[in-house]
């Protein structure tokens, strides 16, 4: 479960102060998949960073799966991340390792030991099986995507955050890409909260939230 | 090393460095100096002796003009003249052999009708010898010095980047100028003791611009001692030794010292006959007229004299080579020049503080 | 034109907007040039001093003319004549010491001052008035301010007393140790009579030369102003400066290239806007090259100010050796010259050019093969010249090749390092290790730079530390006496009195007579020296071949038997003395043969010297100098006693009666202090390349953003992320490090092995210390993973979300 309680996020542009997410209180239940929708500079990427743990919010409390994470330091912020998936626009693999290594890297990180039939089941299902051993600029984007996405569920979270992964894809490998997503996710229990500017592909989700000005707007 | 990389760090210099500097003194020399004791009327010269140094006087010359021709009709004039001044503060020990307290310095210039070279040396006790008798007096390779135990003949040798002279000078009386070879200059009783050899037979080698010519003609020999020349306030003079054109008229030595305002203020003369018997002029006998004037380098230089003399007719002079200049560390004008009405001759002109 | 100019102005924004990135730039650039400035600001300061002649007129001194062989000074007779000759500029000089009143010793050096008085057309001053505030001229001391403080405070009150009279002192800067005077107050302190210790002479052409010679005979002798002794002496000195000038470079070179790369990859996101937004291709290369060349200009400016600067702040130390070892004449300064700017320039173009090359994209198979290539001619090239370097050049030639060899290879073991199998699972060292072989790249010539720079202080090092070794066992064998003493007059009756003395087991003497060899039709100079009658006062000498000297070596003709004479090691390496040669050796009109028996070891002396008996110098009649007296006490003689004694006894001072300790602590620190500089160069130029790491890790750190956001986004911690980008640099800085020590050492091979020989005439053996070595490579290592650390902890102190959101 995630929860949001009255939390605010404040930025210092030069003399003013902006309010970025302003008081929010959300909760989204175990295994709820979640779009987040907004105009631009509604907050929705700051909202994403506040739940991945990148930034501490200025007001309020954020538990996830009972974890006041609001309140962690840098160290533990971090090892939280390593519990959670987190899939990005610009794919943002690293660049000098396989994508085999790629996608078992933040489990490895975790403590986790990968087996290669588990990570080849996994690549089959997404179709990238065949490109395990090469480097990711090898790749298109949409397998980088799905490259990212492995990663993510590989590592078995109980949150994915994905801030735009169809923002550099077709229209055809966007849905290709969600319904991947999202049936992933179902399969495992998992929250996912996914930031999409596309009303199409937010209308798959039960849960729709719109931001705007850092307020939830019906 | 560590001192030095802060140093680095902090200072950014534009060190250029230093030049060896020399410290410049303050000396400097002029035609109006005085130094040494005055010569006093009524000094008897004696001979050889005083063809040497007078170290009591400050200032002294030996000094050799020539007008001469070589054997295809070229004309030459030479003036070779070693000066010494006394510089008795450089040193508190005049007794070393590598200083008496006298500076020494030479000037050699060479012209033709159009042309004028002029070089300079400058020495002391070391690289200059002057001796009465056997007379020598040398600078370094410039020398005028007697060819055997006698006074005369002379032989004068300069050279320098392909301009040179090397002269025997013979046959000339001695004459005594003014009273007995004290020869005043200014009213107010500046004066030198003077003595001349104004006939010499001039033969020998001339080489300009790297060509050599044989050479005859005439030359003058100037010997002068002093304190001092002339006041301090008084710019400088006009000088001119002519020998005439028939050797029997002998010649004729005039100069005229000149005021701040460059006008003449003292003139001088000495008739001399054939034989070297002298008739002396005093300042109120003798006059000098410029007549023409032409300008070099922005300053004004007469190129042509009046020179009136009690008894004679006015003798008109004439620069021969206009351009005479010797650009030398001290700067003045000494050139041939001609004349002609009541003194027809050639001779040489000097004219100072221009 | 509009589209240059727009272009600029964009650079010129850019600039403004990063002006620790210009900074850097600039200081990276200059650097490169400081240090060839330094050094050859050095070696043009030290050639041009005889460009003046020692009146400081502005003179060249072509030659001199000295006294004959084993006369001090010159009769004032030949001065005259001289004088006399036509087309002659000369300037006599004449130098000795004089005895201060508080007893001190001062050099000095009479010249013709009267041409410091200008005489011209006057108006005011005139010639006799007196200067009370300044002194006369001729009665005035010019000293330098450095010397007037050693003198202490009667001299700063601008008076000194010598022989019971005071004269004005006038300071004057550049003067060295002498004091300048003029000459006729020196023929008086002197007493002289005239005499002359040399004489100048100025712009004299062969033709003249040939007849002066003539003219001179056998009264005194002809130089060249090239052959003087200070070049020959100073050779070694200023060798250590070239090779290291050369060495700077190429280290200031890799920086210049690292700080164009910094320039140009900083701009890459500007230059494919301006190109995105219309610009040409060409007109932003032709923008960035004249930008890169008018910087390359102003910081060669900067840099040779920065490096003048240096020169000046070593300059005390070189002018220092070089007075004391070599009695240089005169105080150096180092200054500005526009030929350091242009060379800066040069230099710093030449690296552009290999920039602008490298930016080409080479197909790598042709690069492999290059390299390959390259490296099978260097290791040709080393082996052969390993067989045949018979001089400077290739000796040097050999250095360069190893040079290349390294510098080839280690790229290839650093990426070797990076591709063994690890032994560990952690994917964040994994990571890392795969990240390295990129990070490589970027690092080369960083890493490169760092690795010439270690290689040429180690070779140094080792060079140094044998030089010591040898110079120590050296002296301690060649000073073995017990005291040595340097009277004023060293007397044949104060001889006899030392040697008829119970306390003394043996009284050497140190006698030096200048003589000169024909040889091939050229004078070799050659100095002959002796320490006492027979073999038994030259045991102190070592052989080559250990074998201990004995009659065989050295001694006077006898029935039968030719004089037999020793050959030290620069006179047989470097001018062909050899054993079994029977040579004739000339003072003058007087000559002497000997056979040359064998070679003795000369550490620190350059020119050919001969060791022959006491006897046979005098049965020659060569005009010698005795120097003093070596004394080795018998046993139980209390050596502090024996030297009060004869200090009372002879009335010798202080600093004529030296213990053997003092003797040979005095000698080593000539030694150390020759190679001062060296170290401070060398120390210079670690540190240029250590501010070349840092610059690279810089450069690094912007390219290393993505990777380390997304580690930090996948729940890398900040510690973890520092330690294993440190574990990173410090794995390739210490391969850098550890090649670097083979490369050192095989440096200081050839130095000592071909070097020191063929340039010097010294052989010596390879030392190696290696708490020496280590100890400086750990130094070094601290140093570049702090140089690498501050960069990566800017880096990682960012905040995450916001490297996250520049992605």
Redesign the interface.
Known sequence: MIQLNQVTFSRTDGSTQRRIIDDLSITIDDGQQVALVGDSGSGK?TLL?LL?G??VPTQGEITVNDKRISHFN??QL??????IG?I?Q?Y??????TVA?NI???A???GFKVERAQLNSLASRLGINDKLDVLPSQLSGGEQQRVGIARAIINQPKVILADEPTGNLDSERSQEVVDLLQTLCSESNINLVMVTHSQRLAKQFQTQLRLKNGKLYD | MFRHAIYLIMICTLLTGCSEQKPATASQFSFSQHIGEAVQPGTKLVFPEDHGIHPEQGLEWWYITANLESESKQQFGVQWTLFRVSTPHLSGDNNSVWWDGQFYFAHFALQTEDRHEAFEKSGRSGSVMVNASPFIAQIQDWHLSSEGEMYLPLNLQASASGYGVNLTLDNSPRVLHGDNGYSQKTHDGHASMYYSYPFLEASGRVEFAGQNFKVTGRAWLDREWSSAFIDPNQAGWDWFSLQATDTDEGGLMAFCIRGADQSYEYCSATAINAQGDSIAYSSDQVSLEVLQSHKLDGKVYPQKWRLQVAGLAPIDIQSINPDSRNKLSIPYWEGRVKSSGGFNATGYGELVGY | MTELRLIFYSYGQFYLRHKGLLLLFMIGFSLGSALISAIYGLNLEASKRYSNSSALLENPVTHFIKPQLGEERIAHELWQLLSRQPNLNLEPVLEGRVQLEDRRWLSIRGVDLLKWVKFGNGRSDQLNQSQPSRGRLFDTLFLDPKVIARLGEKAAQQVVKINGTEYQVSPMAGLGHQALMDISLADKLLRANGELSFVEVIELDDVNAKSLTAMLAQKARLESANDQAFDTLSGPFFFNLQALAFLGYIVGAFLSFNAIKLAVVARKKLQQQLYVLGCQQRRLTQAVVIELLCLGFISAYLGTLLGVSLANLLVTDVGRVLRSFYQLDRGLVVGFDYSMVLLGFALNTLVLVCFLVSQKTIAPKFQKRALGGLLGVSIAGAIALWLNADNKFTALMLCACVLVVFFIITPSILKGVFSYLWPT?S??L??MK??S??QINELLSAVLATLMAMGAAIGMQVMVNSFSTALDSHLQKRLSADLYIRPSVASERMENELTRSDKFEKVGVYWQAQTELMQNAERLPVKLVSFGQSAKYHSHITLLGQLPVSAVHIGPETSGKLARCMVNEPGWRIYGIEVGDIIELQQGAKSMSCQVSSIYYDYGEQSATLLVTTSQIENAKFAYEAFGYSLTLKQHQDIDAVAQQLKDTYGLETSQVSVNKTFKAFAKQLFENTFKVTHALNLFIMMIALFGIWVSFLTLGRQQL??M????????????LFWSKMLQACVILAVTTLLAIPLGILLGWVLLTYVMPIAFGWSMALVLSWPDILGFCLVVLFLALIASALPLIKLIRRN??DS??S?
């Open positions: 990427t960073n991945a990148l930034l840098d160290n971090a090892l939280y991340r390593r519990t987190v990005f610009h943002q693999l690293l660049e000098a390792l290594d078992s890297f933040q490895r990180l975790n | 699972r994917p964040l994994l990571w795969e990240d072989k990129n993505q990777p956001a997304v580690l930090q986004t996948l729940g890398v911690t900040r510690t973890q995450v979300a996250v959101a992605l």
